[in-house]
């Protein structure tokens, strides 16, 4: 496909995501950075015994830019990020080098839209080994709406996350070997515990079948600590939007004039959380914490941190790659209290889920890649996400209008559920 015409289809798929669905308002959209310390953790990641856990935010807002001089499309934020000490490498340079050919456009650190009403947030947790931008088209189009998207960098699980005071993380696969260690307690091998989870997938278990599920993934000890931590990361993210909210910024280590405009415009009471892969089992926990979530995302996470509580009571949308169904997103489905809808995308495998087939069109058939057309799942993907997150936070349009807009797509499969009722599609 020549760029010219990977450029037509972009510009014809961001059309058709403005058309299909409801917009009160499209804004230009704000990009800037937000790099706190959370000196209450140490920085269990690194061997040193005096470091605490840092974590970069960037946020793409609704905004008022002053001018078109300042307007740009930067996708790797270590080009962005006034602390940024470290290279890419030239994989990296290239890939990024793409991404600016891609019609965007934000503006870096612009004042904040003014507008009668405060903005509704929309937390964000990446993948495991991947960046912060990894479903950055989302958050653009949700910007362009009227949200402000903050995504969460997770130092050290991050491929390459910048923090503060000139500092940066990167994903070290020799120091993260051990990480995701199973109990000791398991009366299974690491191996063993993938296996008879894969051979749960895909079919209705009974009572036994469950509590099995359950007790393999309590021993998933390694990825359940981590989930832990990266959900705290979120709960200090939002402690970071707070301070926003009403000008109190201490803790805060970059700090630019076009903050104070965030100052009474984040509606902190209407909040949504997407998660992808690692991210999407991490934002369910997070939701059902945070009272003020009215929904969450999970774009292809299997839940390490299964439970019978977790997840319960928030309206929850799980997208599933065209795999035999993972034993624990039935389950979850089953014990949900909310609205729940439980989406598997035909030919979609785990990284179609991110902006890597948008990005990256002719890369098919490659490793978690599938063979769904990339503008096509990216189309997909974003409109279930955007059209549920209208609903369920600022109440646009019906449940029904929301069911009617996922049958037009013919290559999902469906369940739905309200409150004890299934409705399998």
């Not at 840092?54 to 946020?59: N, R, S, T």
């Not at 000490?85 to 991404?99: E, G, N």
């Not at 984040?266 to 089992?281: C, E, I, K």
Request: net charge negative; with cysteine; hydrophobic share 35%.
């Amino acid at each position: 496909m020549t760029r010219y015409s990977l450029v037509c289809c972009v510009v014809a798929l961001l059309c058709f995501a403005h058309s299909s669905s409801v917009l009160s308002q499209d804004y230009p959209v704000g990009v800037t950075y937000i790099a706190a310390t959370d000196y209450s953790r140490i920085e269990k990641l690194t061997s040193q015994h005096n470091d605490y856990r840092d974590i970069l935010i960037k946020i793409w807002y609704p905004a008022s830019p002053r001018d078109e001089q300042h307007a740009s499309y930067l996708h790797f934020h270590t080009e962005e990020f006034p602390y940024s000490s470290a290279t890419p490498s030239p994989d990296d340079l290239q890939f990024h080098a793409y991404l600016k050919t891609l019609p965007f456009k934000t503006f870096k650190n612009a004042p904040m839209a003014q507008s009668a009403e405060s903005f509704p947030v929309v937390l964000y947790s990446h993948g495991y080994q991947s960046t912060l931008e990894d479903k950055e088209i989302l958050m653009i189009e949700l910007a362009k709406r009227g949200y402000i998207v903050a995504s969460v960098g997770h130092p050290h699980h991050a491929g390459f996350v910048t923090q503060s005071f000139g500092r940066s993380a990167t994903y070290d696969s020799e120091a993260r070997a051990n990480d995701f260690y199973i109990s000791d307690q398991a009366d299974v091998s690491f191996d063993e515990l993938v296996a008879e989870l894969l051979q749960l997938a895909g079919r209705p278990l009974n009572d036994t079948e469950t509590a099995r599920v359950y007790q393999l993934m309590k021993w998933t000890e390694g990825d359940r600590v981590a989930l832990d931590t990266w959900v705290q990361d979120m709960h200090f993210a939002l402690d970071q939007l707070t301070r926003l909210q009403y000008g109190q910024y201490w803790g805060i280590n970059y700090l630019k004039p076009h903050l104070s405009t965030f100052k009474g415009r984040l509606d902190l009471t209407h909040l949504a959380a997407v998660g992808l892969s690692f991210g999407g089992p991490t934002v369910a926990a997070f939701c059902q914490q945070v009272y003020q979530c009215k929904a969450a995302v999970n774009l292809d996470g299997i839940h390490y941190n299964l439970s019978p509580t977790m997840p319960h009571s928030k309206p929850y949308l799980m997208m599933h790659s065209d795999t035999p169904l993972s034993a624990d997103f039935p389950i979850v489905f089953k014990q949900q209290q909310a609205d729940t809808y439980m989406m598997t995308i035909e030919g979609a495998l785990h990284w179609d889920f991110s902006d890597t087939p948008y990005i990256l069109p002719n890369d098919r058939n490659q490793d978690y890649l599938g063979t769904i057309d990339p503008y096509l799942v990216t189309e997909l993907v974003n409109t279930a996400s955007l059209a549920f997150i209208d609903l369920y936070v600022k109440g646009l349009g019906t449940r029904a209008e929301y069911l009617t807009t996922l049958r037009r797509f013919t290559q999902i499969r469906l369940q739905t559920k309200t409150r004890e009722r299934d409705d399998t599609q």
